[in-house]
């Protein structure tokens, strides 16, 4: 019987310069694969709703290990991007295989005035053309069969919806209420950062207002009275310029009016039972994981989406009476728990007062650090260099 005698090491073929550059690239994409799934994602700042605190085109790290990495609820997807493929559009995952959701340990969980990335809670459904409108309010405003006629829609898995940055004002179990604008907490006023911007009614004495031309102009009224977007460290510098009388917060509606205009209704989109507005909001109780509620046909409209979408039973009303999973029952036992996100710039923020709860399993991660930041005039003339490698704690203060 005779055996082939095993080559030296040194005679073995080598792979060929190509077949190394393939296998590194495996590698490198692998690698980045599970970094950028269980610890760490960039994330950029895509429109104003966060400022004064965060900035457009503020690039961040986004930490996945704060709250604990998601097992990804759509594995079979391109790697690198989110839900759209660069460039040809159209989907970069495909929903054929569907995992439930699951959650690794963390070093924590989501507190309150945390700054959070999450998928947009009623980013199931969106607007192909522009994702950035808000597929329900822009049928609430237009019309849903003249959206369905004129825009293409898609729909996407959790995981896939679209990626939010907010500021968590409430926690499961807290109670929420906005009174003139002020965000209360169990009754206590929230903790106020100098950046948080509110619009603000000017009044002068008939001349324009003597303040620094960078501070944000919304609109003239008239020759004495002006609306500025303004932080909260600006205001005391507007109160006591020259020509103004008065500086205060304006408000939209007051507080037991509903807005007229459905695009400006608030969640829960029931101006029947809630006449709550932007600025004159709840009190409402944030749904927490193991509590049971009582179910009426005065408070069903702030649990529906729970029940039936994020929660996956169904749900029936009729004739007053309320059946889940085809049996009729008057309480319900949250699953989840829930958060209430809301931007820092407060008047210019399409957050939780309009969509409502983000549940827990839509938490993508915690916002970290600033990285690379640029502002209108471009990455490589406008740099804002006080703004690299700073930790999100040192800009919101």
Same mark, same amino acid.
């Given at each position: 019987?005779?055996?082939?005698?095993?080559?030296?090491?040194?005679?073995?073929?080598?792979?060929?310069?190509?077949? %190394?550059?393939?296998?590194?690239?495996?590698?490198?994409?692998?690698?980045?694969?599970?970094?950028?799934?269980?610890?760490?994602?960039?994330?950029?700042?895509?429109?104003?709703?966060?400022?004064?605190?965060?900035?457009?085109?503020?690039? $961040?790290? &986004?930490?996945?290990?704060?709250?604990?990495?998601?097992?990804?609820?759509?594995?079979?997807? *391109?790697?690198?991007?989110?839900?759209?493929?660069?460039?040809?559009?159209?989907?970069?995952?495909? !929903?054929?295989?569907?995992?439930?959701?699951?959650?690794?340990?963390?070093?924590?969980?989501?507190?309150?005035?945390?700054? *959070?990335?999450?998928?947009?809670?009623?980013?199931?459904?969106?607007?192909?053309?522009?994702?950035?409108? =808000? #597929? #329900?309010?822009?049928?609430?405003?237009?019309?849903?069969?003249?959206?369905?006629?004129?825009?293409?829609?898609?729909?996407?898995?959790?995981?896939?919806? %679209? =990626?939010?940055?907010?500021?968590?004002?409430?926690?499961?179990?807290? &109670?929420?209420?906005?009174?003139?604008?002020?965000?209360?907490?169990?009754?206590?006023?929230?903790?106020?950062?100098?950046?948080?911007?509110?619009?603000?009614? &000017?009044?002068?004495?008939?001349?324009?207002?003597? &303040?620094?031309?960078?501070?944000?102009?919304?609109?003239?009224?008239?020759?004495?009275?002006? @609306?500025?977007?303004?932080?909260?460290?600006?205001?005391?510098?507007?109160?006591?310029?020259?020509?103004?009388?008065?500086?205060?917060?304006? $408000?939209?509606?007051?507080?037991?009016?509903?807005?007229?205009?459905?695009? =400006?209704?608030?969640?829960?989109?029931?101006?029947?039972? #809630?006449?709550?507005?932007?600025?004159?909001?709840?009190?409402?109780?944030?749904?927490?994981?193991?509590?049971?509620?009582?179910?009426?046909?005065? =408070?069903?409209?702030?649990?529906?989406? @729970?029940?039936?979408?994020?929660?996956?039973?169904?749900?029936?009303?009729?004739?007053?009476?309320?059946?889940?999973?085809?049996?009729?029952?008057?309480?319900?036992?949250?699953?989840?728990?829930? #958060?209430?996100?809301?931007?820092?710039?407060?008047?210019?923020?399409?957050?939780?007062?309009?969509?409502?709860? *983000?549940? %827990?399993?839509?938490? *993508?991660?915690?916002?970290?650090?600033?990285?690379?930041?640029?502002?209108?005039?471009?990455?490589?003339? !406008?740099?804002?260099?006080?703004?690299?490698?700073?930790?999100?704690?040192?800009?919101?203060?």
């Amino acid at each position: 019987m005779f055996f082939r005698k095993k080559k030296p090491k040194e005679e073995r073929k080598k792979k060929s310069l190509l077949r %190394e550059w393939l296998d590194a690239g495996l590698f490198a994409v692998i690698a980045a694969t599970l970094l950028r799934t269980f610890i760490l994602e960039a994330y950029a700042i895509p429109s104003g709703s966060m400022e004064g605190s965060m900035l457009i085109n503020d690039h $961040l790290f &986004v930490s996945k290990l704060a709250y604990g990495p998601r097992i990804p609820n759509t594995p079979l997807a *391109v790697p690198f991007v989110h839900n759209t493929l660069p460039l040809i559009g159209g989907k970069s995952y495909t !929903d054929a295989v569907q995992w439930g959701y699951h959650r690794l340990p963390g070093f924590g969980s989501v507190q309150r005035n945390d700054v *959070v990335v999450f998928n947009g809670p009623d980013g199931d459904t969106a607007i192909a053309e522009n994702p950035e409108l =808000n #597929y #329900y309010q822009t049928c609430r405003a237009y019309g849903r069969d003249v959206i369905l006629s004129n825009y293409t829609i898609v729909t996407h898995p959790v995981d896939k919806k %679209e =990626n939010l940055i907010k500021r968590c004002v409430a926690v499961p179990g807290d &109670v929420l209420e906005i009174k003139d604008a002020r965000v209360y907490i169990n009754g206590q006023p929230e903790t106020d950062y100098p950046h948080t911007k509110k619009n603000y009614l &000017v009044v002068t004495n008939g001349r324009a207002p003597m &303040v620094d031309d960078d501070l944000e102009l919304l609109k003239m009224i008239n020759n004495s009275t002006y @609306i500025y977007n303004l932080e909260k460290d600006q205001v005391s510098e507007v109160q006591h310029a020259g020509n103004v009388l008065s500086a205060n917060v304006y $408000l939209t509606e007051n507080k037991g009016q509903a807005p007229q205009q459905p695009a =400006n209704w608030v969640f829960p989109l029931d101006t029947v039972h #809630y006449k709550w507005n932007r600025d004159n909001y709840g009190p409402l109780t944030i749904p927490k994981a193991g509590t049971t509620i009582t179910l009426t046909p005065q =408070n069903i409209a702030l649990y529906r989406r @729970i029940i039936a979408s994020y929660e996956g039973n169904t749900l029936a009303e009729k004739d007053g009476k309320i059946s889940i999973n085809n049996t009729e029952t008057n309480t319900y036992t949250f699953k989840m728990n829930y #958060y209430f996100m809301m931007g820092d710039n407060r008047d210019n923020s399409l957050d939780s007062r309009y969509w409502g709860f *983000v549940p %827990e399993d839509h938490v *993508v991660g915690k916002a970290w650090m600033v990285w690379f930041s640029y502002g209108d005039g471009g990455m490589f003339t !406008d740099m804002r260099w006080k703004r690299l490698l700073r930790g999100i704690h040192a800009l919101e203060n």
